[in-house]
């Protein structure tokens, strides 16, 4: 009851402008009120480990990879993106916002005049350059670069309280967490995976990328996953060196495939455990990764059974 009169003094006094007579009580119900209007200060440490403090949840996001754009719309956000890279497709309504650049350039004219209160960067995508031009015109950057599926989670739960989504951005990361939780998987022998990227040159990806911690979480083993760099270009002879029992690749068909048409030398081949991935699902990585998971996990399973 105390805290009813409180609240109904202050109020009182806003519409008045007058003291009322409860005193002393009446400048805790004023600071009551105001405590309660002013949003709270929110503070995140992206993937890279720099910490972001906004003083109230962002109303103005743009998103510099599709990814983050898909976090976004996954944390009830969608609505307050001013501004996505090009090859931001999902969900449907992402395909009409305003596009800020692309891979081959973002414009930071472009990113101030869409006066954003929060941009969503990739740590490896976005140009440096382009993060401290921004810093420095202090419009407050979130770098995501998920490098282990949990940390995929992570990023939604971030991305809800910087828009102001918290329980949204908790329900992502449930889904998410579930999702991985309901598809790990432990084979044994562990098969021997290669996960094609690149064909010519012939190109994986090493061990620092989220698609090789994909492959692990399935129950396989990623080839080359020690390379000392992200994306090692691997050879013919050491491909058959290492024996994989099965190749994976993203892909719109199965195309692809045709590359190895011959190649009966390599078991994958031999026993037709070519698989091909959703290139969105596998590429990116935001809520639908859960989906490559499941292919992944699928492929793996059967190619066992050969």
């Given at each position: ?92 309504a992402a395909r009409s916002i305003k596009r800020i650049g692309n891979y081959r350039g973002i414009p930071l004219e472009a ?196």
């Amino acid at each position: 009851m105390r805290l009813l009169s409180l609240l109904s003094c202050g109020r009182a006094y806003l519409r008045q402008g007058l003291w009322c007579h409860f005193g002393p009580w009446c400048v805790a119900a004023l600071t009551l009120l105001f405590a309660a209007s002013v949003p709270a200060a929110v503070t995140v440490e992206d993937d890279t480990g720099h910490r972001l403090t906004l003083t109230q949840p962002a109303e103005r996001v743009i998103a510099l990879a599709p990814h983050l754009t898909e976090m976004a719309f996954a944390v009830d956000a969608g609505a307050q993106l001013v501004g996505v890279i090009d090859g931001s497709d999902y969900p449907p309504a992402a395909r009409s916002i305003k596009r800020i650049g692309n891979y081959r350039g973002i414009p930071l004219e472009a990113i101030v005049a869409s006066q954003p209160d929060l941009v969503l960067a990739w740590a490896s995508g976005t140009p440096d350059a382009l993060v401290e031009q921004l810093t420095r015109l202090d419009i407050p950057v979130y770098r995501s670069e998920p490098r282990r599926l949990p940390q995929v989670a992570d990023d939604l739960r971030a991305i809800g309280r910087l828009t102001g989504h918290v329980k949204a951005g908790e329900l992502a990361a449930e889904r998410f967490e579930q999702g991985l939780a309901a598809t790990a998987q432990t084979l044994t022998p562990a098969p021997r995976v290669f996960y094609q990227l690149g064909q010519t040159p012939l190109t994986t990806l090493a061990g620092g990328q989220i698609v090789t911690q994909v492959v692990r979480h399935c129950g396989g083993e990623p080839l080359f996953a020690g390379g000392r760099v992200l994306v090692p270009e691997i050879s013919r002879e050491s491909l058959l060196e290492a024996q994989p029992q099965v190749i994976l690749a993203a892909g719109r068909d199965d195309r692809w495939q045709a590359f190895w048409r011959g190649q009966e030398a390599l078991p994958a081949v031999r026993d037709d455990a070519l698989y091909t991935l959703s290139p969105d699902a596998i590429s990116r990585p935001g809520p639908r990764m859960i989906d490559a998971v499941e292919q992944v996990c699928a492929a793996l399973r059967e190619a066992g059974t050969h």
